[in-house]
């Protein structure tokens, strides 16, 4: 799904790293805990920010989960095939555009 987006936006400040991207119809964000020496921001193309993320995740087996306690999904209504599941993952194995 990365690969619709152009670049990605991360911004590290405090004790977390913040993720933005967008299409200008529909965005991702996302923040995950994390030690920050240096705070600071940078956008990076999508399709590289993947390529790090699956070489170093996907390569060890590891499956990654969204997982958030309060879930607030919002999409495109070019978006076919999103379920709310109830234990607040969000699967995006089925979804498509219109």
Not at 22 to 46: F, H, M, N, Q
Not at 52 to 70: C, D, N, P
Not at 88 to 98: A, D, M, Q
Request: charged share 25%; net charge positive; glycine share 8%.
């Amino acid at each position: 799904m990365l690969e619709r987006y152009s670049n990605v936006l991360m911004e590290a400040k405090g004790n977390q790293v913040s993720f933005l991207a967008t299409d200008l119809e529909v965005g991702l964000r996302s923040k995950c805990a994390a030690t920050i020496t240096k705070a600071g921001s940078l956008t990076l193309p999508a399709k590289k920010f993947y390529e790090i993320v699956a070489r170093k995740f996907l390569a060890e087996g590891s499956i990654i989960y969204l997982y958030h306690t309060q879930v607030l999904v919002a999409h495109s209504d070019k978006v076919e095939g999103y379920k709310q599941l109830p234990d607040g993952l969000v699967r995006v194995v089925g979804v498509k555009l219109k």
